[in-house]
């Protein structure tokens, strides 16, 4: 299978139309299909995907981690460092949940991904991300709690 860079991706030609999506067919797309085609199995798949599309795309330090979160309307981040390998990431907007029911469920997954992804590319060292509150249970924003070892 052919592998694509973000170069590849970002080749859109739609002067009608541009390149923004609705949030709505996002959400289609990413809750709705990804579960009913992966099932269970949707979590870890999307967490893996996040992880590689945030070491595609990279930051240097923090700065550059926030601007790359933002730049893409992920959410708006806000970085606290508890020490060298944890760190917390509040993720306010979250592009999945947003707005979300209060439904007793956290599924930011791919976003827990792409936070490990860039934290990895930011340290030059492995990360996990692990998503602790979020809108769907009752929060205003999503957070992440990253261990880089």
Known sequence: MKEYTIEDLKQIVRPELGEEIPLTLFRILRIIGMRSILGESSGSTLYMMGKH????????????????????KIGIPEVEIVDEDHITVKLYECITCAGFSNTGEMFCDMESGIIAGLMEKVYGKKAKSTQTKSWSVGYKYCEFEVFIY
């Open 53 to 72: 599309v945030g070491n595609m795309i990279g930051s240097g330090d923090i700065a550059e981690f926030k601007n790359r979160i933002r730049e893409l």
